[in-house]
């Protein structure tokens, strides 16, 4: 028999080994397997058995070991997987180390060794490579042999062979497969009088305060509570259970607490219109169908409430729910939500979770304990065995697409396992995907809508700014941040003792520092792009390297000393709020606060409690929070994204304008928005102060027919990224040559620098296909794909691309 393994980081199909007679009750679809690898051992899954192969049989090599008792996938994700690899043009193996928890297929890891030969040789004495190799690895005794090579500035390995061979240095190889440990030690009293346990640890003081610290405690502790408390090792308490004066012993780690913004409401009734979507949803379900259906809410509309309801359904027929979110950690209150309302049957999966608590997690969804998922694109991947409702909450967001490979888009994955499985999906969203709402023109979804607030009131009303017939700031180069009317209005609001948030799509002071006298700007040493100034941390910082240098106090270019911020970012408008409403207190809530630990939780926590009444952020401000004391809503410009390079720009334009004006008014009082922008004619600006989303969805379809853009038509972008400028440009320039001459119903743009040129000191250059359908995309990949890609470029394959930049 024979089995085809797929193995990450190896080759884009599933290799072929043979099974050993041994083996072959053990070796089934779905588990890990060890097998042979060139020259080394490689961890891959079993995805395939067959009783021949086309091989000749004497060059199959065979499985060397099963790792699992049963499979740890079921079906439906095989075929997920499947389908992953093959729309979104990445390697089997490569699709399940996503889709398995991490470090089970990962490779083996390989040290290098100084041996007492190559203590004392000389590096200069040798070739220059494994001179360079030689000398790093004498300053450390051992290294990971990737990071050797990379401190050596050698690619290639054979130096390091060459060494090995001399009998300079040894490899060793570490298994890194493993499951994560899935239990904690804890610690107990054994069942004899403590004093005279303590009698036995006369010498020993740090023994003794250990057993009065239990003796007190009166209840088993975790091991690494007992250490945090006391001070000692987990060496001490091992030598403590050795001597009988404890007991030591494993068991599941407890569940970490989750932060919740808010207490979740209780069981609230619902709405008619509420009522009709969870009807339609309990039919599909009942009726074990397929039933993709687009629920369009306004903000405040209870759809967190409908979804929940549907759950319940689902839990109550013995299946299980799946709940996405773009991001947990800025969606705390649809997360707390579910957490409350299903408990310890809830499971929570996402990136911030250790191995140890993913793969914990995991196992209790395997096992069925927890029958209710909440988290973002990943927990697509969970393995349930009877999933039947999948819900996709903002539908709409960006958040959804993975940058890295596999390129997969959640929302379309979650209709594409809908399908397969036969059950209802619910794409949720107040401003739905021009996507989502060409499916309903097609007649390939249902949409169903939610146009009241449940707590009553209406929509706030939106006033635009006109910024060309406002006075510009002292010192902000003719524009102005703060209209009149919004800085009237916060001063009502403030007084009112009521809140508001303002939105500004920059962080940090400036986007741009730059020389009055000969117009240099300073520039990323890495990246095409400007510095951005941090008046906080007094640098300038790259938002795409991370990249950091201190502010020049003269021009790099002329020497001149007229350097300014231009532009403004969060740093700046908090700043400017200060110079009109000193006494007023505020927080900023951008990437730079929630990379600090707990700097979500504490920025939303203030604000929510009401010690902070103006929160100041980019679009992290309008991800779905629920603030009733929030009646005021500003938008600093709305024009941020407009002058993007990217089709999609006005469609996020009025996703966000209208998601941030939905912040407003939530409670008992009426709330207000205030829209600034120089473009006020704009129609994603326009539509967007009128909540009219049906007439932008129109529109905006009817401008991506006219360009043949998605989701009219299939696109894919193919970029090409090298050190060299030259061969990146040769790259996207012999991929555009093997699909010429293109079809008639293809169309190629391109090739072309990419709109961010260069980004961590990798040039790219970039072109992008259209079609009218999936196959004849396809073809065009497969002859991109025949292509060699030459030593140092790497090809990138973006099938359905979010954005074009």
């Avoid at 399940?96 to 470090?103: D, E, K, R, S, Y």
């Avoid at 001063?491 to 303002?502: M, S």
């Avoid at 004006?661 to 009426?670: F, V």
Wanted: hydrophobic share 40%; with cysteine; charged share 25%.
């Amino acid at each position: 028999m024979y089995a085809k393994v797929a193995i990450p980081k190896s080759a884009p199909e599933a290799l072929i080994y043979s099974i050993p007679v041994d083996l072959e009750a053990f070796a089934v679809p779905g588990v890990r397997v060890r097998v042979p690898l060139r020259r080394r051992t490689a961890t891959g899954v079993l995805v395939e058995i067959s009783d021949t192969t086309d091989l000749a049989p004497a060059s199959v090599r065979p499985l060397i070991e099963v790792l699992d008792p049963e499979p740890l996938l079921p079906p439906h994700l095989f075929f997920l997987a499947d389908f992953v690899s093959s729309y979104y043009r990445c390697p089997l193996g490569d699709t399940l180390a996503t889709i398995l928890p991490a470090g089970l297929l990962r490779s083996d890891g390989e040290v290098a060794r100084l041996t007492t030969a190559g203590v004392g040789a000389d590096p200069t004495a040798l070739p220059a490579k494994q001179g360079a190799v030689l000398a790093q690895l004498q300053t450390t005794t051992r290294l990971g042999v990737p990071a050797l090579l990379g401190r050596a500035g050698v690619r290639s390995r054979s130096p390091l062979d060459a060494l090995v061979a001399a009998g300079f240095a040894s490899l060793s190889r570490r298994r890194r497969d493993r499951a994560p440990e899935a239990e904690v030690a804890a610690v107990q009293l054994p069942e004899v009088p403590v004093e005279e346990l303590l009698e036995r640890c006369r010498r020993a003081p740090r023994r003794r305060e250990i057993l009065e610290w239990l003796a007190e405690q009166g209840r088993p502790a975790l091991a690494a509570e007992v250490c945090a408390e006391v001070g000692c090792s987990p060496a001490t308490l091992r030598a403590m259970d050795k001597a009988g004066l404890l007991i030591r012993f494993h068991q599941a780690a407890p569940r970490r607490p989750r932060w919740v913004l808010q207490p979740t409401t209780e069981r609230l009734t619902l709405t008619d219109e509420q009522r009709i979507v969870v009807e339609t949803v309990k039919t599909a379900i009942a009726e074990e169908r397929y039933a993709p259906i687009l629920l369009q809410g306004i903000t405040g509309s209870g759809k967190t409430e409908v979804y929940l309801r549907c759950l319940e359904k689902v839990l109550a027929g013995g299946g299980g729910g799946l709940v996405l979110v773009p991001e947990i950690g800025l969606t705390p209150a649809a997360s707390g939500a579910v957490e409350h309302r299903f408990g310890s049957q809830a499971a929570v999966l996402h990136s911030a979770l250790s191995d140890g608590e993913r793969w914990r997690e995991w196992k209790r969804i395997r096992a069925g304990e927890a029958r209710v998922v909440v988290g973002p694109r990943s927990a697509l991947f969970a393995p349930f065995e009877n999933l039947g409702l999948i819900v996709v909450d903002e539908e709409h967001d960006a958040a959804y697409k993975q940058q890295e490979a596999p390129r997969y888009n959640a929302r379309d994955l979650a209709l594409v396992a809908a399908r397969h499985l036969d059950i209802p999906v619910l794409l949720c969203s107040a401003t739905p995907s021009v996507e989502a709402s060409a499916l309903v023109e097609r007649d390939l979804a249902e949409r169903l809508q939610l146009t009241r607030r449940v707590a009553g009131g209406e929509l706030p009303s939106v006033e635009l700014v006109d910024l060309r017939g406002e006075p510009p700031e002292p010192g902000e180069q003719g524009r102005t941040l703060f209209s009149r009317r919004l800085r009237e209005l916060l001063a009502e609001t403030v007084e009112r003792d009521e809140q508001a948030i303002l939105l500004m799509q920059r962080r940090g002071w400036a986007p741009i520092y730059l020389c009055r006298d000969c117009g240099h700007r300073v520039e990323c040493p890495a990246c095409s792009v400007s510095l951005v100034v941090h008046q906080r941390s007094g640098d300038l910082r790259c938002h795409y390297c991370g990249h950091r240098e201190r502010a020049p106090s003269k021009c790099p270019a002329c020497g001149g000393d007229l350097l300014d911020a231009v532009g403004a970012g969060t740093e700046k408008v908090a700043h400017h709020l200060r110079s009109f409403l000193p006494e007023v207190s505020s927080a900023i809530l951008d990437r730079d606060t929630v990379r600090r630990r707990s700097g979500l939780q504490d920025t939303l926590g203030a604000f929510a409690a009401g010690t902070v009444q103006v929160l100041i952020g980019t679009q992290m401000v309008a991800k779905g929070h629920h603030f009733p004391n929030v009646t005021l809503t500003g938008v600093i410009s709305a024009d941020a994204m407009l002058g993007l390079p990217d089709f999609r720009a006005g469609e996020r334009t009025f996703q966000l304008l209208t998601q941030v004006a939905g912040r407003a008014g939530r409670g008992e009082r009426p709330g207000r928005v205030v829209i600034q922008t120089y473009y006020p004619e704009h129609p994603a600006v326009r539509l967007a102060c009128n909540h009219d989303v049906t007439t932008f969805l129109s529109e905006e379809l009817a401008f991506r027919r006219s360009f043949f853009y998605p989701p009219v038509t299939r696109l894919t972008l193919v970029r090409f990224e090298a050190t060299s400028e030259r061969l990146a440009r040769d790259g996207a320039e012999a991929a555009a040559r093997a699909v010429t001459p293109v079809p008639e119903r293809v169309r190629l743009r391109g090739p072309a620098p990419a709109p961010m040129e260069r980004i961590r000191n990798h040039w790219r250059w970039q072109l992008l296909l259209s079609a009218t359908n999936r196959e004849l995309l396809r073809g065009m990949l497969e002859k991109i794909e025949a292509q060699t890609v030459p030593r140092g470029v790497r090809r990138v394959i973006d099938v359905d691309p979010i954005s074009t930049l």
